[in-house]
């Protein structure tokens, strides 16, 4: 599933390819997949992309002119949004969904095999902030500790389950969970509200350097992600724990076990990282 490096190199491969182009007109071909209503004019046809924004895993494109002037994506599991140079790439792919169409045979393309995805028209990008974007939890980027610790207060589920929740904290998936765990030497099944304040303080500064370093490499494309121009990510060479199960640590070269959290697989190193953690609460 695409997560914050992943949808933030989307979002950065788009930007010179649609930003300031009018996009001439739409094909929808599965109504389903849309939120919302879906005259061309709500998927921004006549307007002009103006921008792009990110929050956690979704994005925006924004367009210049009201009413209709926002188009929310979220790319679900195997969800993309790709240009496309000619006709023929979209003709016969099943799995494009819907196609705007910017001139001179340029397409942007949603497109989604498994479709969890989806997309969400509104008549502005303040009234997605308001609506859709209010219930998540602060950008995995822009988060404080003070801010981590306020998150994680009330919750004493496992920390991996925590930093799953997209209302606690917006960016975060299965690999970039497992990855920030093995970096912070913290076991996924530490109660999120005991970690002490130095911990979460540490967790913030690893996700600072993690993240950019994913977005670095063009994300993770461990299935079958692409970025904004077809290309995949490579960070996936450097996964420590996410994905090794039963592998040699990088570190300690104890064997990585592999257990559920939160229905999800969940990859760590029993030496490397502790449980119980310091219950020091605060
Ligand atoms: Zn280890």
Known sequence: MPELPEVETVCRSLSDQIVGRKIQRVTIRRRGIIHGPAQPHHLLVGNTISEIRRHGKQMALIGKNAPHACVCVHLGMTGALVCRQSKRQVAHDRHCHVIWHLGQESNLVFRDPRRFGGIWTLASFAKLEKSRWASLGPDALQITPTKLRKQLANTARPIKAALLDQNVLAGLGNIYVDELLFNCH???????CLLPFDQLQSLVTKMRRLLPRA?????????????????????????????????PCRRCQTTLLHTKIAGRTTVFCPKCQRYPTPTKKY
């Open 186 to 192: 913290l076991h996924p099944a530490n109660p999120a």
């Open 215 to 247: 977005i670095a490499k063009g994300g993770s494309s461990t299935r079958d992600y692409v970025d904004g121009r077809g290309r995949m990510g490579h960070f996936q060479l450097y996964h420590r724990v996410y994905g090794r199960a039963k592998q």
